[in-house]
């Protein structure tokens, strides 16, 4: 599919930072395109915490029970599968359970660190918050 856009135009999208236990790693979703971080489009009028819940259910079939009034981080990246670069707000998550079925969207979760990050082909997205992505120091 090819899609033209204005080198100044980006396609929001708006991802969960799932921490794991420790805090110091994030959860990843395998997707066809590679690993990628819970998330999607922000459609037209819609609220991020609403858009997020929502692809978390579409993609994971999970609950979230709290996100964050704003974003942790917000990092640019190209897209993987089109020709356009992706905005990204994202949200500090919590989900219900990680009683985790795979999905067509959602093959497969995981938790990234910088030490195990060479096991993962991650998107640039995904790429884009590890190298900004600050564990919690306790």
Not at 47 to 54: D, E, G, I, S, V
Request: hydrophobic share 40%.
């Amino acid at each position: 599919m090819e899609t033209t856009q204005p080198d100044c135009h980006y396609r929001l999208s708006i991802k969960a930072l799932i921490l794991n236990e420790t805090r110091d790693g994030f959860l990843i979703t395998q997707e066809a395109h590679g690993w990628d971080i819970p998330g999607g489009g922000l459609e037209h009028e819609e609220n991020p915490q609403a858009a997020l819940a929502r692809e978390i259910a579409e993609e994971m079939l999970l609950t979230t029970t709290h996100i964050a009034n704003s974003p942790s981080y917000f990092l640019t990246a190209r897209a993987t599968l089109y020709p356009i670069y992706m905005a990204n707000a994202v949200y500090e998550t919590t989900l219900e359970h990680l009683n985790f079925t795979p999905t067509v969207e959602c093959l497969n979760i995981a938790f990234l660190t910088k030490r195990n990050a060479h096991e993962y082909d991650l998107t640039h997205t995904a790429q884009a918050l590890l190298n900004m992505f600050e564990p919690e120091r306790h």
